[in-house]
Every structure is written in structure tokens, then in C-alpha cells.
């Protein structure tokens, strides 16, 4: 049943009610059984433990659970078979290690999901509202969630429309539909049936879930609750959009099963040539290749991969948070630097939702108005140069006077009160220190004539020095017509050239987007002001001015669309407001560079296929008089296009889109809950800079990580070729050093890789931009995070590194040093190898083009690895459990700064030589 074509007395019948009367306490429960709840389903929040074990599927932390399992299986060998404890010990501490390097990851993640799910739950209301019900013939105060259908709901000007109704009674009633329709200005209800079929932002006699009276009041027949409501749609559209990886999830997840993959080859090729090499199959052959094998196996994999990630995006969601931007999960951080395309709703968004007059004209003279919002401070000043004085008080008398609004200061907060049109008269008044109160002090009401929708103005009669007077504010069309002449410089013209002139400034207002109202006046006889009818009243006007209204668009947007440009990312308005409205706003946000840009209305985009809509969606800017389905269909044809949507909002309506880009951004001020539920960033702010700012932060965050990985990268291949190195090379005993011993034990790969390579490398993400991110392109998501000469370049740098390292412990064995000395030196090659390199690392350039002391915590992190590597060389407990041993001076002042030299010299040709591969 379409409910807004239907007559009020079949509506009554068809629920078996009386109006006086309502619902019977047995009707209550039958509706409610047969109708369901007044409330939205609410997803069910994971489980702390679910939330927890969720990295576990991370197909990292599985290759690492599976070194554990191997290291286990290792010590369990060890002990029983070939009963060399030293071994299982050191096994033993190895799966321990990696054990608690995947703990350390799940609770970082954990803490993260966890803190945002806290924080977005403080942001919900806590209190629920009641609403006003005719139940049994007499009035009753219920919960909202109790309403049922059938019910009868009474409101007046503040009250929440809790549930969809069809309007039986409406004196002069007006509602913000906003969250819906996504127009700021109120819509003036009816009682009567609409036969035609229309679209929700037409259907004048029905009130929707979400809506705030605005002004009068009306009873409504409760039509919808729950689920079936317009929103409960909106709400149950989200359900079906399924959530999509980040581009870093994505090049990670690929990254990580190449790793796998070469992990699995490298151990298995290892173990076979190991014993192919050894000659024979004995236990003390198989025992070393194992060892071999298993420090690969961790050399292979950046086991420290996982936990900085998780530190330096949680560095970035900290960062965004002191910015006014909540992230709900951290992958956002990183998503949001890729951001091609921002698709957002104007009203509340790119507008302050607060209807403004920006230009009125008055007396024959035109002005400008400053200030914008609710904000009762702003200069008025002539458009143009005149002569006489600024008098414009027979308009701005008549724009407070008939008016219903109240505007005032609470704790140095501006609170408005009433219909947002009418708010933004009283506030220009305020501007031109016109107030009703004030007024009135002096002069009496007499008489006011509401507003109604079928004569299109409001009156008011007031005695002022013994005269009467009438003041009237309404459509210009109608005042016009019913108008005798023109105020001007203070003389009443009665010719047609004044009202055309005058209708010439009204067409000029409509052109700019300026919602109109014209301002009227007469004087009256004293029998005319006490006795005289509304027909009788309202004629023979004399017309005093006629403002131009706006929702202004917010004051910072405009250089954030500016800047976001600048940063070849599109910004797109999406918005249920009319196609003149959107391109004026549109252009003066400069999201469109010309006043006649192409926009495309949601009537237009219904008769779109998916395919026509694809070939047109990368060319249009703006979108009007759309639909929820509408945003999330655009939204999908871009990203058909391959490109990165991020999506803001804060309306109802915008709670599918969101949930279907790859990040939706939603207002925590004004936002609804189900909008933020919906997002994965939240502004605090509400600011739509607090966008911009969260993209330069996941680029640079973005930037961090890549030199992050450059260098845990460089660092794993420097330990997988000095390990295949000495399988492959060290065939025969070397001084005291025997044949086919591992160039680094287990246990200090583990090291380099938890200590020494992961502590520096989460500093890494404290790091500001080396370039100007913001003029750059958005990176490609298809592109992998090792692009760009990246490879080339770990390759070069691990490779020089690796057999520095194998070189060094080939020198140390020459030379008559034990087998944990020689291991030693090689370890300590490659720690203060990778501790220089780090300094290279972050910069795609070079190192000499970065200050090193830029970032203090780099180099804090630098000197405490350098220095704990140091000492678990020389206290004994490292020594039993590592296998390390204690160097002379000079030994320790070579492994020092004679690893220094491949990163000085490499970084020198390139900088000279300009080569990009390395």
C-alpha cells in the first residue's frame, strides 16, 4: 500500500481507528506482533577474543606459526634423537622468541580495534527519546522504541519523528528532512492524498523516521516502524556491501605468499643439497643442515613484518586522531593515501546546514551580507557605490517582526530555534541590530496570520505611534502579484517598470542558488487592523525588498578542495538538492571551474544502464536530486574505474555509499549513528579539512612504510645470501671452524630481525614527508609497494650486504678464530650493516639528501639496538643462548664502521651519477 495516496478516512478504517481514541492496549499488541519492534536490527559487535584471534589468519603470521612449529620440532630432535641439548636449547628459544613476536602483533591490533570501538560508542546518544501517543482517548509519554504501527503520534516544533507516519492533522507543520532527502530547508506537510507517484522529498503528507519538526504541529498515523521504515531500508541496503581490502592489504597479502612460496623452496632445496653436500646420511649431518635450513627458514621471512606495520599505522591513526580524525580500523590510514576520488554530500558537508541571507535587496538598493551559519556578527554594505544613506528599515522591521524564530547566545554558543529560513531572517536582523524583542517594547502585536501553504506568506499586525500597520514575508510571486507599487529611496513607485525591475532582482537571486523571499507592507485603519479578514489584509501591498537565502558552503572547504586538487584527487558532490543549488555551491567551492558545468540530475542517472553510467562517471563533478541507491551506484562505476573512493557523509541516506567505498568518512557531530557505524574514518570535527589533512597523513604513512619495507627487505635477503653462501661455499673445515657451519645461528637472524632490523624500523613511521606529498598523484593500487626500482635496489643493497657478511665470517674463521667468534663477527657485519643502511633507507633518494637528526627517535632507536647487539656479544647468558662470544677492540671497531662503506659509497655514485636502481 502506498500510504501517501491514500485518504485519511481509509486510512482509519483500514487500521480500525477513531482519531479521538487511538489504539486499544489489546490493538497495541497485536500490531506489535504482527508488525515487529520500533527499533533497527544492531550488528553484534565481535567478540574480544574474535577480535583478538583475528590476526592469526594473517597469512604471515601462519608462515610464522609454522617456523614455531618447525623450531618445536627441532628442540623435540634435538633432546631425544640426537641428545645435543645445546641445539634444543637453542631451538627451544627460538620458538618462544617468534611465539612472542605473534603475540606482541595480536594485541597491537587488538588494542587498536578495541580503543576505536570504545571511542565511536561514546560518540552514540545514550538516552532514549519519548514521544507523544493518543492511546485509549487519552495522551500518553512512550519510549520511541514501543511506538507501533497504528499508532497515533502528536508533535510540535523540536520533536523527533520517530517512525514513518501519514500526517492526519497538520497546523502548519514543517519538517527538516535532511538526513534524507539531504535539502536543509524545512518542507511544509499536508493532510491531503496525493494521487500521482512521487518520490520520498514530494511526499508532502507523510513524516519519515529521523525528521525534527521544525515548526507547528500535527498528528500522524504511525504507517512504518523499525526495519520497514525509510531509514530501516537505508539501514538494510549496508548488509549487502561487502568490505573491501586496503591497497597495502592487498600488496601485502601478494608479497606475503611470494615470501611463502620462496621460504617453502628455499628450506626444502637447502635441506636436499645440504645432505647431497654432507656426503652421507648421518645424524650429525642431518642435525646441521637442519639448523641451516630453519635459520632460512627465518631469515627468509620479515618476521617483524606484522608488528611494524601494525606500530607505524597506529602511529598514523594516533597522528589523524590529535587532527580530529577517528579511524576505526588501520587499514584506513593507509587507504586513505591512495584516495583518487572524494564523493560527498553537500548539506552538513561541504555546507553548514544553517540557511544564511547572503544578499537582500531593499529600497531600491542592493547589499551584501558577511557572515555566514547562525553567527549573528557580519558587515551589511551596498553592492554598489551610492549617495543617500543606508536605510532599509521598513524590510528588516518586517523580516523580524513576522517571524517565529529566536536566536540567542548560550555559553558563548549560538543556539537557533524554529524554521531554518526563518532563523536566517532573525539573524540578519541581529546583523542590523534589528530585534523583535527590542521592537516590541515599543510597539504592540496586534494580530499575526500564519503561514500556510496556500496562500504562501504570513502577516502580522502591529500598532506602532498610534498607526497599524501590516508586515508580510513571502513567496515573491504571489506578493508581487497582490503588491500596488515598490518602495524606492523612500517613495512608493506604482509603475510596471518597478515590479519588473523588482522581479528582475528575484530571477537574479534564483540564478545564484538564492532561495527568495519577498518582504511586504501597508498601513492599516484601525477597523481593517482588529476585525479585518486574511483576504481583506493581505492586498495592495507595498513591496520593501527581497532576500536571498543559502545554506553556505563552509568556510575552510573551499581550500581543502583547492588543496585536494592540487593533490590530483577529485572531489565529487553527490546530493539530494536541486541541480541549480548543487552547481552554484559546486562552483563556489571550486569543484567545478565554469557556472554552467554538467550536472547530472538522479532522474537522468535512473535511466542509465551500469554501462552508460561507466563510459560518463569520471567526466561529472556533480550529482543532484540522487537517491541512496544513486550514490552507491556511482560509487561502484568508479570503482570500476580501478579508482580509490572515499566517501563522506553524514546523513542516513549517505550510510550505504559509505559503507560501500573503500573508506567512508563520516561527521561525528552532526553524523548519525548509523552513518558512523557505517565509516571507517570519523570527523570529530565535522570539518571537511580534517579529509585533507587524514590524506596527507596516510600518504606519508604510506611513504614510511615503503621505506620500512625497503629496508626490513634489504636486511632479509643480506641473511638469506650470507646463509646460502656459506651452505654453498663453506664445504670444507676452516681453521677451527668446521665445514657446512651456519655463517649466523637461528637465533641471531631472530635477533637482527626482532631487535636490531624492527625497533629502527617502527621509528621509520615517525618520519615526516621527504617530498610534497600533496602535489603528487595518488599511487596506483595496482601498483605494488615494491615498484619503482624498489626490488632493484633491495636486491643490490641485500646482495652487497650478504656477501659482506659471509665475507667477514670466511675472514674470521682464516684467521684461527672458534666457530661462535667467527658467527659473531659475521652477526655483528650484518646488525651495524642494516644500522647504517637505515639511514639510507629513508629516502628514495639518498641518504645525503636527509638530515639524520630530523627523526631523534630514529636515531635513539639506532643507538639502543647498536648497543644491546653489543652487549649480547659479551654477557654470558646471550653467549649459552645465541651462541655468541666476546671480541677484541679492534674486531669490535671494524664490525662497526667497515659496514658503513657499501651504503656511503653506494649512496655516493648514486648521487653523483644519478642511478635509480640503486
Same mark, same amino acid.
Given at each position: 500500500?502506498?500510504?501517501?495516496?491514500?485518504?485519511?478516512?481509509?486510512?482509519?478504517?483500514?487500521?480500525?481507528?477513531?482519531?479521538?481514541?487511538?489504539?486499544?492496549?489489546?490493538?497495541?499488541?497485536?500490531?506489535?506482533?504482527?508488525?515487529?519492534?520500533?527499533?533497527?536490527?544492531?550488528?553484534?559487535?565481535?567478540?574480544?577474543?574474535?577480535?583478538?584471534?583475528?590476526?592469526?589468519?594473517?597469512?604471515?603470521?601462519?608462515?610464522? @606459526?609454522?617456523?614455531?612449529?618447525?623450531?618445536?620440532?627441532?628442540?623435540?630432535?634435538?633432546?631425544?634423537?640426537?641428545?645435543?641439548?645445546?641445539?634444543?636449547?637453542?631451538?627451544?628459544?627460538?620458538?618462544?622468541?617468534?611465539?612472542?613476536?605473534?603475540?606482541?602483533?595480536?594485541?597491537?591490533?587488538?588494542?587498536?580495534?578495541?580503543?576505536?570501538?570504545?571511542?565511536?560508542?561514546?560518540?552514540?546518544?545514550?538516552?532514549?527519546?519519548?514521544?507523544?501517543?493518543?492511546?485509549?482517548?487519552?495522551?500518553?509519554?512512550?519510549?520511541?522504541?514501543?511506538?507501533?504501527?497504528?499508532?497515533?503520534?502528536?508533535?510540535?516544533?523540536?520533536?523527533?519523528?520517530?517512525?514513518?507516519?501519514?500526517?492526519?492533522?497538520?497546523?502548519?507543520?514543517?519538517?527538516?528532512?535532511?538526513?534524507?532527502?539531504?535539502?536543509?530547508?524545512?518542507?511544509?506537510?499536508?493532510?491531503?492524498?496525493?494521487?500521482?507517484?512521487?518520490?520520498?522529498?514530494?511526499?508532502?503528507?507523510?513524516?519519515?523516521?529521523?525528521?525534527?519538526?521544525?515548526?507547528?504541529?500535527?498528528?500522524?498515523?504511525?504507517?512504518?516502524?523499525?526495519?520497514?521504515?525509510?531509514?530501516?531500508?537505508?539501514?538494510?541496503?549496508?548488509?549487502?556491501?561487502?568490505?573491501?581490502?586496503?591497497?597495502?592489504?592487498?600488496?601485502?597479502?601478494?608479497?606475503?605468499?611470494?615470501?611463502?612460496?620462496?621460504?617453502?623452496?628455499?628450506?626444502?632445496?637447502?635441506?636436499?643439497?645440504?645432505?647431497?653436500?654432507?656426503?652421507?646420511?648421518?645424524?650429525?649431518?642431518?642435525?646441521?643442515?637442519?639448523?641451516?635450513?630453519?635459520?632460512?627458514?627465518?631469515?627468509?621471512?620479515?618476521?617483524?613484518?606484522?608488528?611494524?606495520?601494525?606500530?607505524?599505522?597506529?602511529?598514523?591513526?594516533?597522528?589523524?586522531?590529535?587532527?580530529?580524525?577517528?579511524?576505526?580500523?588501520?587499514?584506513?590510514?593507509?587507504?586513505?593515501?591512495?584516495?583518487?576520488?572524494?564523493?560527498?554530500?553537500?548539506?552538513?558537508?561541504?555546507?553548514?546546514?544553517?540557511?544564511?541571507?547572503?544578499?537582500?535587496?531593499?529600497?531600491?538598493?542592493?547589499?551584501?551580507?558577511?557572515?555566514?551559519?547562525?553567527?549573528?556578527?557580519?558587515?551589511?554594505?551596498?553592492?554598489?557605490?551610492?549617495?543617500?544613506?543606508?536605510?532599509?528599515?521598513?524590510?528588516?522591521?518586517?523580516?523580524?517582526?513576522?517571524?517565529?524564530?529566536?536566536?540567542?547566545?548560550?555559553?558563548?554558543?549560538?543556539?537557533?530555534?524554529?524554521?531554518?529560513?526563518?532563523?536566517?531572517?532573525?539573524?540578519?536582523?541581529?546583523?542590523?541590530?534589528?530585534?523583535?524583542?527590542?521592537?516590541?517594547?515599543?510597539?504592540?502585536?496586534?494580530?499575526?496570520?500564519?503561514?500556510?501553504?496556500?496562500?504562501?506568506?504570513?502577516?502580522?499586525?502591529?500598532?506602532?505611534?498610534?498607526?497599524?500597520?501590516?508586515?508580510?514575508?513571502?513567496?515573491?510571486?504571489?506578493?508581487?502579484?497582490?503588491?500596488?507599487?515598490?518602495?524606492?529611496?523612500?517613495?512608493?513607485?506604482?509603475?510596471?517598470?518597478?515590479?519588473?525591475?523588482?522581479?528582475?532582482?528575484?530571477?537574479?537571486?534564483?540564478?545564484?542558488?538564492?532561495?527568495?523571499?519577498?518582504?511586504?507592507?501597508?498601513?492599516?485603519?484601525?477597523?481593517?487592523?482588529?476585525?479585518?479578514?486574511?483576504?481583506?489584509?493581505?492586498?495592495?501591498?507595498?513591496?520593501?525588498?527581497?532576500?536571498?537565502?543559502?545554506?553556505?558552503?563552509?568556510?575552510?572547504?573551499?581550500?581543502?578542495?583547492?588543496?585536494?586538487?592540487?593533490?590530483?584527487?577529485?572531489?565529487?558532490?553527490?546530493?539530494?538538492?536541486?541541480?541549480?543549488?548543487?552547481?552554484?555551491?559546486?562552483?563556489?567551492?571550486?569543484?567545478?571551474?565554469?557556472?554552467?558545468?554538467?550536472?547530472?540530475?538522479?532522474?537522468?542517472?535512473?535511466?542509465?544502464?551500469?554501462?552508460?553510467?561507466?563510459?560518463?562517471?569520471?567526466?561529472?563533478?556533480?550529482?543532484?536530486?540522487?537517491?541512496?541507491?544513486?550514490?552507491?551506484?556511482?560509487?561502484?562505476?568508479?570503482?570500476?574505474?580501478?579508482?580509490?573512493?572515499?566517501?563522506?557523509?553524514?546523513?542516513?541516506?549517505?550510510?550505504?555509499?559509505?559503507?560501500?567505498?573503500?573508506?567512508?568518512?563520516?561527521?561525528?557531530?552532526?553524523?548519525?549513528?548509523?552513518?558512523?557505524?557505517?565509516?571507517?574514518?570519523?570527523?570529530?570535527?565535522?570539518?571537511?579539512?580534517?579529509?585533507?589533512?587524514?590524506?596527507?597523513?596516510?600518504?606519508?604513512?604510506?611513504?614510511?612504510?615503503?621505506?620500512?619495507?625497503?629496508?626490513?627487505?634489504?636486511?632479509?635477503?643480506?641473511?638469506?645470501?650470507?646463509?646460502?653462501?656459506?651452505?654453498?661455499?663453506?664445504?670444507?673445515?676452516?681453521?677451527?671452524?668446521?665445514?657446512?657451519?651456519?655463517?649466523?645461528?637461528?637465533?641471531?637472524? @631472530?635477533?637482527?630481525?626482532?631487535?636490531?632490523?624492527?625497533?629502527?624500523?617502527?621509528?621509520?613511521?615517525?618520519?615526516?614527508?621527504?617530498?610534497?606529498?600533496?602535489?603528487?598523484?595518488?599511487?596506483?593500487?595496482?601498483?605494488?609497494?615494491?615498484?619503482?626500482?624498489?626490488?632493484?635496489?633491495?636486491?643490490?643493497?641485500?646482495?652487497?650486504?650478504?656477501?659482506?657478511?659471509?665475507?667477514?665470517?670466511?675472514?674470521?674463521?682464516?684467521?684461527?678464530?672458534?666457530?661462535?667468534?667467527?658467527?659473531?663477527?659475521?652477526?655483528?657485519?650484518?646488525?651495524?650493516?642494516?644500522?647504517?643502511?637505515?639511514?639510507?633507507?629513508?629516502?628514495?633518494?639518498?641518504?645525503?639528501?636527509?638530515?639524520?637528526?630530523?627523526?631523534?627517535?630514529?636515531?635513539?632507536?639506532?643507538?639502543?639496538?647498536?648497543?644491546?647487539?653489543?652487549?649480547?656479544?659479551?654477557?654470558?647468558?646471550?653467549?649459552?643462548?645465541?651462541?655468541?662470544?666476546?671480541?677484541?677492540?679492534?674486531?669490535?671497531?671494524?664490525?662497526?664502521?667497515?659496514?658503513?662503506?657499501?651504503?656511503?659509497?653506494?649512496?655516493?655514485?648514486?648521487?653523483?651519477?644519478?642511478?635509480?636502481?640503486?
Amino acid at each position: 500500500m502506498k500510504f501517501y495516496q491514500q485518504t485519511t478516512n481509509n486510512l482509519l478504517e483500514y487500521y480500525d481507528l477513531q482519531i479521538e481514541r487511538g489504539l486499544s492496549r489489546d490493538q497495541v499488541n497485536r500490531n506489535r506482533s504482527a508488525y515487529g519492534e520500533n527499533k533497527l536490527p544492531e550488528e553484534k559487535e565481535e567478540s574480544y577474543l574474535k577480535v583478538f584471534l583475528k590476526s592469526f589468519k594473517e597469512p604471515i603470521v601462519i608462515v610464522l @606459526l609454522g617456523a614455531v612449529a618447525l623450531s618445536f620440532f627441532s628442540a623435540i630432535y634435538s633432546f631425544q634423537v640426537v641428545h645435543d641439548s645445546q641445539h634444543g636449547k637453542e631451538a627451544l628459544y627460538e620458538a618462544i622468541a617468534i611465539a612472542i613476536l605473534i603475540l606482541i602483533n595480536a594485541f597491537l591490533g587488538f588494542w587498536q580495534e578495541i580503543s576505536a570501538r570504545k571511542n565511536l560508542n561514546a560518540l552514540k546518544e545514550m538516552n532514549n527519546r519519548f514521544v507523544s501517543v493518543i492511546r485509549e482517548g487519552s495522551i500518553e509519554k512512550i519510549p520511541a522504541n514501543e511506538l507501533v504501527v497504528g499508532d497515533l503520534v502528536k508533535v510540535g516544533a523540536g520533536d523527533f519523528v520517530e517512525a514513518d507516519v501519514r500526517w492526519l492533522e497538520a497546523d502548519e507543520l514543517q519538517l527538516i528532512e535532511a538526513h534524507l532527502t539531504g535539502e536543509a530547508d524545512a518542507i511544509i506537510k499536508i493532510t491531503a492524498a496525493i494521487n500521482e507517484e512521487v518520490e520520498i522529498g514530494d511526499q508532502k503528507n507523510m513524516g519519515f523516521s529521523g525528521s525534527v519538526v521544525s515548526s507547528g504541529q500535527g498528528i500522524g498515523l504511525v504507517v512504518a516502524t523499525g526495519v520497514h521504515t525509510e531509514l530501516g531500508k537505508i539501514s538494510q541496503l549496508m548488509k549487502n556491501v561487502s568490505v573491501k581490502q586496503s591497497p597495502l592489504q592487498e600488496t601485502v597479502k601478494k608479497l606475503t605468499k611470494t615470501l611463502m612460496k620462496i621460504s617453502a623452496g628455499i628450506v626444502v632445496l637447502t635441506f636436499i643439497f645440504g645432505l647431497i653436500s654432507s656426503g652421507e646420511l648421518s645424524v650429525a649431518s642431518v642435525t646441521t643442515v637442519f639448523s641451516t635450513s630453519i635459520a632460512l627458514a627465518v631469515a627468509s621471512i620479515p618476521d617483524a613484518l606484522p608488528v611494524v606495520l601494525s606500530i607505524v599505522l597506529t602511529i598514523g591513526a594516533v597522528k589523524m586522531s590529535k587532527n580530529k580524525g577517528l579511524i576505526k580500523t588501520l587499514s584506513s590510514v593507509e587507504t586513505l593515501g591512495s584516495t583518487s576520488y572524494i564523493c560527498s554530500d553537500k548539506t552538513g558537508t561541504l555546507t553548514q546546514n544553517e540557511m544564511t541571507v547572503t544578499k537582500f535587496h531593499a529600497n531600491g538598493q542592493s547589499y551584501k551580507v558577511e557572515g555566514l551559519g547562525y553567527h549573528t556578527t557580519g558587515d551589511i554594505a551596498p553592492e554598489t557605490k551610492v549617495t543617500q544613506q543606508k536605510n532599509y528599515d521598513s524590510f528588516m522591521r518586517g523580516i523580524v517582526l513576522c517571524n517565529d524564530s529566536q536566536v540567542r547566545e548560550e555559553n558563548k554558543v549560538t543556539k537557533a530555534f524554529g524554521n531554518p529560513t526563518e532563523i536566517a531572517l532573525t539573524v540578519l536582523g541581529k546583523k542590523a541590530n534589528y530585534d523583535k524583542v527590542n521592537i516590541l517594547r515599543d510597539e504592540q502585536l496586534i494580530r499575526t496570520l500564519p503561514f500556510t501553504s496556500t496562500r504562501k506568506m504570513m502577516s502580522v499586525v502591529v500598532k506602532q505611534d498610534g498607526k497599524y500597520y501590516l508586515y508580510t514575508k513571502g513567496a515573491p510571486d504571489v506578493l508581487i502579484d497582490k503588491c500596488s507599487g515598490v518602495l524606492i529611496e523612500d517613495k512608493v513607485e506604482q509603475t510596471e517598470k518597478a515590479k519588473t525591475d523588482f522581479l528582475a532582482v528575484v530571477d537574479a537571486y534564483a540564478e545564484e542558488a538564492l532561495r527568495t523571499l519577498a518582504v511586504a507592507q501597508r498601513e492599516l485603519s484601525e477597523e481593517q487592523a482588529l476585525s479585518g479578514s486574511t483576504d481583506e489584509l493581505e492586498k495592495d501591498f507595498i513591496l520593501t525588498g527581497v532576500a536571498g537565502i543559502i545554506d553556505p558552503p563552509r568556510q575552510e572547504v573551499k581550500e581543502s578542495v583547492r588543496q585536494l586538487h592540487e593533490a590530483n584527487i577529485n572531489v565529487v558532490m553527490i546530493t539530494g538538492d536541486h541541480e541549480k543549488t548543487a552547481r552554484a555551491i559546486a562552483y563556489d567551492l571550486g569543484i567545478v571551474d565554469s557556472k554552467n558545468a554538467k550536472v547530472l540530475k538522479g532522474i537522468d542517472l535512473e535511466k542509465m544502464s551500469n554501462e552508460e553510467l561507466f563510459e560518463i562517471v569520471t567526466k561529472v563533478r556533480v550529482y543532484a536530486r540522487v537517491t541512496p541507491e544513486h550514490k552507491q551506484r556511482i560509487v561502484k562505476q568508479l570503482q570500476a574505474h580501478e579508482q580509490v573512493v572515499a566517501m563522506t557523509g553524514d546523513g542516513v541516506n549517505d550510510a550505504p555509499a559509505l559503507r560501500a567505498a573503500d573508506i567512508g568518512v563520516a561527521m561525528g557531530i552532526t553524523g548519525t549513528e548509523v552513518t558512523k557505524d557505517s565509516a571507517d574514518l570519523i570527523l570529530l570535527d565535522d570539518k571537511f579539512t580534517t579529509i585533507e589533512k587524514s590524506v596527507y597523513s596516510g600518504r606519508t604513512i604510506y611513504a614510511n612504510i615503503k621505506n620500512f619495507m625497503r629496508h626490513e627487505l634489504t636486511t632479509n635477503v643480506a641473511e638469506v645470501l650470507a646463509l646460502i653462501l656459506g651452505l654453498l661455499l663453506f664445504r670444507k673445515t676452516v681453521g677451527n671452524v668446521a665445514a657446512m657451519t651456519p655463517t649466523l645461528t637461528a637465533l641471531m637472524v @631472530l635477533w637482527v630481525n626482532m631487535v636490531s632490523d624492527a625497533i629502527p624500523s617502527f621509528t621509520l613511521g615517525y618520519d615526516v614527508a621527504e617530498t610534497d606529498l600533496m602535489k603528487e598523484k595518488p599511487r596506483d593500487p595496482r601498483q605494488s609497494i615494491l615498484a619503482n626500482y624498489t626490488w632493484s635496489r633491495v636486491l643490490i643493497r641485500g646482495g652487497i650486504m650478504g656477501a659482506m657478511v659471509y665475507l667477514s665470517f670466511l675472514l674470521a674463521a682464516r684467521s684461527g678464530m672458534e666457530t661462535s667468534e667467527a658467527q659473531t663477527v659475521a652477526f655483528l657485519t650484518l646488525v651495524y650493516g642494516q644500522l647504517w643502511h637505515v639511514f639510507d633507507a629513508r629516502s628514495s633518494r639518498t641518504l645525503f639528501r636527509r638530515n639524520p637528526f630530523e627523526n631523534k627517535r630514529l636515531v635513539v632507536a639506532v643507538l639502543f639496538a647498536g648497543l644491546a647487539s653489543f652487549l649480547v656479544t659479551i654477557l654470558p647468558f646471550f653467549n649459552n643462548i645465541m651462541g655468541t662470544a666476546q671480541l677484541t677492540l679492534p674486531i669490535y671497531l671494524l664490525v662497526l664502521f667497515i659496514p658503513a662503506l657499501p651504503t656511503l659509497i653506494l649512496s655516493g655514485i648514486k648521487e653523483i651519477f644519478k642511478i635509480k636502481i640503486w
